[in-house]
């Protein structure tokens, strides 16, 4: 009895000692996190008007009005209820292909590691290819080729980065099946999906996580870039970088169109890199 | 160490093997490339011509072969806008993307690599701080938001610098700038890391413990050791050269190679597309053989290792 | 008494390259091994480092497929590892390591790795096998608090005990353990080999029991072989052998064993510890004899019956020596 008691009381003052050595830039990063998500998730209860309503007596309000806080744009838009908009399609995005390319990446580390061979010498080539190509361009030559559709859009982005996750399961794997635990489970009659799902996976859950974070500001970036060049998501679907592209033309007249969405790019951008790197530090030192 | 080249020779190949592959699966997968390449109007002969020309009627091994065969000998295609060989229209644009490329270049190895060792040789000051601030502010800040930022600030507020266009060098200050800011960040932090991880190995605190007077155990020991690992990423830069310069030319409206790319990519051009893609992976082919070169020289390990195969 | 597990002729040899351009090296880590394991007893193996006990014990359990020989369980040759055969072959038999904590998942608890072989082969209800894994480590000694712990809060002891109740949570019919207490104190030693002990009696496991360790193998087993450079030397009833060894190198073995009774003369074997990469031809013990003759070198002993017994060696079991014997 004393014991469990013992024991809960060690855990709790233990967690207690993690949340305090949280460093101030992080809380503040998943603070702003925390509410980008949020504000992707209720978008339309938060958003003040339609994201695509115009109202073209009040075009290119500057920001600080009252019924418009971020000002309007050129057909009368409300800013702040397409930010809100933007915030949603570039986060769904974003999340949608990390979790695809964390998904592909671990499944081809996995069988890279698992059969080994031509198998394995195929999965490192392709990541060899992958890494050495700039994905920008491979993206682009695909939108040339197939058009730009938001389903297409997100397929290509999920397949940025896989090599990454690749190369960390297979050899996290190869790795795993030398320590013992592996082969134990295999030699207790445990089917390879079973050694690989329920044991290695949980065990290196960890670092493939903080390669997410570390992928998942890149897709951001990517995203907006092919946005903001008019080949990623198309109207009347609006994202950060889309926002960026139209408030272009605009930039002598109503700064405040280019600036909402950037600024937001910028922010989230750096809020996830600030927690990547905090996690990293945090989980894995080894990994730099 | 010729093992060690040709090997990496091989490795090349096969990469502008895959490239042309990946092109053409692309391609064939994206439906009919007559419909694709002349548009859904045109004329029905037309598009059997285009067929025919193109070989399109054949099984699809041999029209990978031919495909080949084709890009071996230059034959790209033509663009679909104004009837030019793809290869003309983007060897003309080459030049205006030099001239950005290049110098943002020069600033990135100029700024970017000092600021990263001065970085990590005076770990945890102020400079350290500052630099890692701005380097993280490099790298998370988007080309193309940098790019405004600074139209913003120069053109509309200050009107010092012009906008957008190609007309006198003083266009091409911001672009540049953009270019060769964002570049200098990653440079910067990587550098660091290297050379942190450098003095922080056993050797430089042996020469430094045996009396080697300080600068000459990082011009001696630490700054050469850091050397390939940068290398390599320089090496990754000069091959995304144009890459890098897609948006930024977007955002300048600066006629150059990335700027076509947009603009064909838009309009389908598909012919123009494939010219493209394959001018960078040839560039970032080449940037890699020659890394490969130099570490071969600069590596000691390779130099002497004889027979050794490189990873 | 039936076999329960017999294997004839079992050979593995490994290819070895010394470094990456070296040329490949034939390691023969067992050379015509045969034995027989019956229902319920326990086979003691005995060897130095390089013997090839291990690799002997992989191939019995069908963890490793042989170069040469077979190996059948209960009539039926062994399915060929990692074919879904195997797999299920597995529930009935399984193997003890010598170091528990690289077999055990740092993740997960105590509880729910004991568990997890029912939820592999199917068996009970989901419902019932956490009750049934608390159940076993009961058997195995250890308290129920321990169910919740994970694998590095445990002692050496401990967890040597949580590998045995998982191994024996499909009731298997054969257990090989390799070198299972080596890596614990030698008090704790003392609590798992009598628990091994208690365990077979109660559950009637066959089990082949390796070790170098000559007064541990002679707890727990009937009958002990023991090998030398991969292949058997003696083999015969646990008691008589330790008491009357008849190879030369059974008895060096023994004799530096500390026995009750009465004070042995050391041997002391001079020459090179054995190595599997070098073997000596004729006799692989030749070099070390003190009983050497000129026939050792060039050709090898086949394991003779001598009496109980079987011996190979050409001075102690030879024609000669069975003449001497049978007048």
């Keep these: 009895m004393t014991d469990r008691a013992l024991d809960t009381a060690a855990t709790s003052s233990g967690l207690r000692q993690r949340l305090a050595g949280v460093p101030v830039p992080v809380w503040i990063a998943l603070t702003w996190l925390i509410a980008m998500v949020a504000v992707a998730l209720l978008a339309d209860l938060v958003s003040p008007y339609s994201y695509t309503a115009p109202n073209l007596r009040n075009r290119l309000v500057a920001p600080g009005h009252p019924l418009h806080w971020l000002g309007t744009d050129e057909l009368g838009r409300d800013v702040l209820s397409r930010l809100i908009a933007s915030i949603r399609i570039s986060l769904l995005i974003a999340f949608g292909a990390s979790l695809m390319s964390a998904v592909v990446g671990t499944t081809l580390g996995f069988l890279a590691a698992y059969f080994r061979g031509f198998v394995e010498q195929l999965v490192l080539m392709l990541a060899d290819f992958q890494a050495s190509m700039p994905f920008l361009i491979m993206a682009l030559a695909v939108l040339a080729f197939f058009g730009s559709s938001l389903p297409l859009l997100i397929g290509l982005m999920g397949l940025f980065g896989w090599e990454r996750y690749a190369r960390i399961a297979r050899g996290l794997a190869i790795a795993a099946s030398a320590q013992g635990y592996a082969s134990a489970v295999t030699q207790l009659g445990a089917s390879p999906t079973r050694v690989y799902l329920k044991h290695i996976l949980p065990n290196i859950a960890s670092t493939l996580i903080v390669s997410m974070t570390l992928v998942f500001p890149e897709v951001i970036l990517l995203e907006s870039g092919l946005s903001f060049l008019g080949l990623g998501v198309q109207p009347p679907m609006t994202s950060l970088g889309n926002m960026v592209g139209y408030g272009r033309e605009y930039i002598t007249r109503a700064p405040w169109i280019m600036l909402a969405p950037a600024m937001t790019i910028v922010v989230t951008t750096l809020a996830v890199s600030i927690l990547g790197d905090w996690l990293r530090d945090r989980l894995d030192p080894t990994l730099r | 160490m010729l093992r060690y080249f040709s090997l990496r020779l091989l490795r090349a190949f096969i990469t502008i093997g895959l490239v042309v592959t990946f092109a053409f699966v692309v391609l064939r997968l994206s439906g009919d490339p007559a419909l694709i390449i002349l548009g859904p109007e045109s004329a029905p002969e037309a598009i059997a011509a285009f067929r025919k020309a193109w070989g399109l009627d054949e099984p699809l091994w041999r029209q990978y072969l031919s495909y080949f065969g084709a890009i071996a000998q230059g034959e790209l295609g033509r663009s679909m806008r104004d009837g030019r060989a793809a290869i003309d229209l983007v060897a003309e644009r080459i030049p205006a993307t030099l001239a950005l490329t290049i110098p943002a270049l020069i600033i990135k190895l100029g700024i970017g690599i000092p600021a990263g060792i001065i970085a990590a040789l005076n770990r945890g000051s102020l400079t350290d701080r500052l630099v890692m601030l701005l380097s993280v502010a490099g790298f998370t800040v988007p080309s193309f938001v940098l790019g405004l930022v600074l139209v913003l600030i120069f053109a509309v507020q200050l009107g010092w610098l012009p906008s957008g266009g190609q007309d006198s060098w003083r266009h091409a200050i911001l672009p540049i700038a953009t270019l060769g800011i964002g570049g200098a960040a990653v440079l910067a932090r990587f550098t660091r890391s290297a050379m942190l991880e450098v003095l922080g190995q056993p050797y430089v605190r042996t020469a430094s413990a045996k009396g080697v007077p300080w600068r000459q155990v990082v011009i001696g020991h630490a700054l050469p050791n850091a050397t390939i690992p940068t290398v390599t990423i320089i090496g990754f830069m000069v091959g995304s050269l144009i890459a890098g310069a897609v948006v930024v030319e977007s955002v300048f409206s600066w006629p150059g190679v990335g700027r076509l790319l947009v603009v064909a990519v838009s309009n389908r051009d598909l012919a123009v597309v494939q010219c493209i893609l394959l001018l960078v992976a040839a560039t970032m082919v080449v940037s890699n053989l020659i890394v490969d070169l130099l570490y071969g020289f600069l590596d000691p390990r390779l130099r002497h290792a004889g027979g050794r195969s490189g990873s | ?327």
Excluded at chain 3, 165 to 172: F, H, Q, S
Excluded at chain 3, 227 to 250: K, S
Aim: glycine share 10%; aromatic share 4%; hydrophobic share 40%.
């Design chain 3, 1 to 327: 008494m039936i076999s329960l597990v017999t294997a004839r002729d079992l050979a593995r040899t490994y290819q070895l390259r010394r470094g990456v351009f070296g040329r490949p090296v034939a390691v023969r880590a067992v050379d015509g091994v045969s034995l027989h394991v019956g229902a319920g007893e326990t086979l003691g193996i005995v060897g130095e480092s390089g013997s090839g006990k291990s690799t002997l014990g992989r191939m019995v359990l069908g963890l490793e497929k042989p170069d040469g020989g077979a190996v059948t369980f209960d009539g039926a040759p062994m399915p060929e590892p990692l074919t879904a055969a195997w797999r299920r072959s597995r529930a009935r038999m399984q193997m003890i390591y010598q170091d528990p904590l690289g077999a055990l998942d740092r993740r997960l608890t105590v509880r729910d790795q004991v568990a997890e072989p029912l939820a592999i082969h199917g068996l009970g209800a989901s419902s019932e096998r956490m009750e049934k894994a608390l159940a076993m480590l009961g058997r195995v000694g250890l308290s129920r608090h321990v169910a919740s712990r994970y694998p590095h809060e445990l002692s050496g002891g401990q967890r040597q005990r949580v590998v045995l109740a998982r191994a024996l949570m499909t009731d298997p019919a054969f257990l090989v353990c390799d070198e299972p207490v080596s890596a614990l104190d030698v008090s704790i030693q003392a609590q798992v080999v009598n628990l091994l002990v208690d365990l077979q009696e109660s559950l009637g496991i066959a089990m082949l029991f390796i070790s170098h360790d000559l007064r541990v193998v002679r707890q727990v087993s009937r009958r002990v072989a023991v090998m030398y450079l991969g292949r058997i030397v003696e083999e015969g009833d646990a008691d008589d052998l330790f008491a009357d060894p008849r190879h030369p190198y059974t008895r060096a073995l023994v004799s530096a064993a500390p026995a009750p009774g009465g004070k042995r003369e050391r041997i002391i074997l001079t020459g090179e510890p054995p190595n599997p990469a070098a073997r000596p031809p004729g006799c692989a013990f030749h070099p070390r004899c003190p009983l050497a003759e000129a026939r050792c070198r060039e050709t090898a002993p086949a394991l003779t019956t001598l009496g109980g017994r079987r011996v190979a060696c050409h001075v102690v079991a030879g024609p000669a020596a069975a003449t001497r014997e049978a007048a």
